[in-house]
C-alpha cells in the first residue's frame, strides 16, 4: 500500500529572484515511523516523485525491506519538488524558480517536521544536485550526503542540453514527446544503444528498432507528465550552483561537515565522472571524510537507475547497522 501524500503549508516563501509564493510541500514516508529511527531523506529526478520504494516506487531495487536502504531500519522521507506535478500543484512562470530555491524549501519543510538533522541525504542527478544545495545551505543537516550520477553546478555542456530541451518544450508541437527522444540520447550512450538494437528494424512500423524506442518514450511520458512540469525540471537542472560570489567553489564545497560519499557513471555524457573526480580530488585536498566512486556501465546517465547491484554495492556500507550506531552526531 502506498503511504498517503502529506503535505506542508509553506506561506510567503521569497524565492532567490524576489518572487513570493505560497505552497503546499508534499512528501511520502516510508519504512519506520518519525523519530523512530535514522532518516534518510531522498531526493528525486527530474521525471521522479516522492513514491521512491514500494510496488511502483523508481527506486525500489534499491530502497525497500532488506534492501541497501533497509526500510526495517530506517525511516525514509521524500519530498517532491514543487511543480512536478505529482501532487497536482504546477508551476507557470518556471523561470521564477531555481535549484536553491527547492533546497530552501525542502529544508523549511525539515524544520516544519522538527527534524533537526538527517542520517543521510541520497539523490541522484537533479535530485543530488539540489543535495549538495542543501549541505551548502546546512553544512551540518545530515552526516552522510550520497550525490549519485550529479554534480553541484552545472557545466557549459549541461546547460546547453538544457536549452535545447526548452527549445524543444516551448516551440514543438509535440513539445513533450519531442524533447523526451532528444533527452533519451543523453541519458544513454552510443554503445549503449548499439548492444541493445544493432540496426535491427521494427518490420511492422518499418522503421529501427532505436526509432520506435524513442517514439514509445517519448509517448509514456507525454501520458504522464505535464508540460510546465516538465519546462520548470529542465529549467531546474541547469540552474544548479552552489559556488558563491567571490569564493572558490572548493571553499564552498568544504564547508559541509557531512561526509560526502560521491557517486559517479563512468559513461555518464550528463554530469561526467571526469568532471566528478576533478571536484573530489580538490575536495579532498581540503576534506578528508570524502569518498569517490564510480558505476562501470555502458548506459550513461541512467545507470543509477539501471545498475542497481553496483550501487547497491557502492552505498550498503554506509547503511549497515552497525555503523548507524556507531556513527556519532555532528
Known amino acids: 500500500m502506498k503511504p498517503t501524500l502529506q503535505k506542508i503549508p509553506i506561506d510567503h516563501f521569497i524565492t532567490e529572484r524576489g518572487k513570493a509564493i505560497s505552497i503546499?510541500?508534499?512528501?511520502?514516508?516510508?519504512?519506520?515511523?518519525?523519530?523512530?529511527?535514522?532518516?534518510?531523506?531522498?531526493?528525486?529526478?527530474?521525471?521522479?516523485?516522492?513514491?521512491?520504494?514500494?510496488?511502483?516506487?523508481?527506486?525500489?531495487?534499491?530502497?525497500?525491506?532488506?534492501?541497501?536502504?533497509?526500510?526495517?531500519?530506517?525511516?525514509i522521507l521524500a519530498f517532491n519538488i514543487p511543480g512536478n506535478g505529482y501532487d497536482g500543484f504546477l508551476i507557470e512562470n518556471y523561470q521564477n524558480f531555481i535549484a536553491k530555491d527547492i533546497a530552501k524549501l525542502f529544508l523549511v519543510g525539515l524544520e516544519k517536521l522538527k527534524i533537526n538533522q538527517l542520517f543521510a541525504i541520497i539523490g541522484g542527478s537533479l535530485g543530488g544536485g539540489i543535495a549538495w544545495q542543501m549541505a551548502v545551505l546546512h553544512p551540518t543537516i545530515c552526516i552522510h550526503l550520497i550525490p549519485i550520477?550529479?554534480?553541484?553546478?552545472?557545466?557549459?555542456?549541461?546547460?546547453?542540453?538544457?536549452?535545447?530541451?526548452?527549445?524543444?518544450?516551448n516551440n514543438s508541437s509535440n513539445p513533450i514527446h519531442d524533447a523526451r527522444m532528444h533527452a533519451m540520447l543523453l541519458y544513454r550512450t552510443p554503445a549503449s544503444f548499439n548492444k541493445r538494437f544493432n540496426r535491427t528494424k521494427n518490420t511492422d512500423l518499418k522503421i529501427f528498432n532505436i526509432?520506435?524506442?524513442?517514439?514509445?518514450?517519448?509517448?509514456?511520458?507525454?501520458?504522464?507528465?505535464?508540460?510546465?512540469?516538465?519546462?520548470?525540471?529542465?529549467?531546474?537542472?541547469?540552474?544548479?550552483?552552489?559556488?558563491?560570489e567571490n569564493e572558490s567553489s572548493i571553499n564552498t564545497l568544504s564547508t559541509i561537515k557531512s561526509s560526502i560519499h560521491m557517486v559517479s557513471v563512468d559513461s555518464d555524457l550528463f554530469f561526467t565522472a571526469e568532471e566528478n573526480l576533478h571536484t573530489f580530488i580538490a575536495l579532498f585536498k581540503v576534506k578528508k571524510n570524502i569518498a569517490y566512486?564510480?558505476?562501470?556501465?555502458?548506459?550513461?546517465?541512467?545507470?543509477?537507475?539501471?545498475?542497481?547491484e553496483q550501487l547497491a554495492t557502492i552505498i550498503e556500507?554506509?547503511?549497515?547497522?552497525?555503523?548507524?550506531?556507531?556513527?556519532?552526531t555532528l
Open 24 to 75: 503546499e510541500l508534499s512528501y511520502q514516508l516510508f519504512g519506520q515511523p518519525l523519530f523512530e529511527a535514522p532518516i534518510v531523506l531522498v531526493n528525486h529526478a527530474l521525471t521522479g516523485n516522492s513514491n521512491v520504494c514500494g510496488e511502483k516506487g523508481w527506486w525500489k531495487d534499491l530502497i525497500g525491506p532488506g534492501k541497501a536502504i533497509d526500510t526495517n531500519q530506517y525511516t
Open 149 to 169: 550520477a550529479s554534480d553541484f553546478r552545472a557545466t557549459d555542456w549541461l546547460i546547453a542540453n538544457c536549452k535545447i530541451q526548452e527549445q524543444f518544450l
Open 211 to 244: 526509432e520506435s524506442w524513442l517514439l514509445h518514450h517519448g509517448k509514456k511520458l507525454q501520458k504522464r507528465f505535464q508540460l510546465s512540469a516538465y519546462k520548470l525540471m529542465n529549467h531546474l537542472l541547469k540552474s544548479i550552483d552552489v559556488t558563491k
Open 293 to 308: 566512486s564510480e558505476i562501470k556501465s555502458m548506459h550513461g546517465h541512467d545507470a543509477f537507475l539501471i545498475e542497481f
Open 317 to 328: 556500507p554506509i547503511f549497515k547497522t552497525n555503523s548507524v550506531l556507531k556513527t556519532a
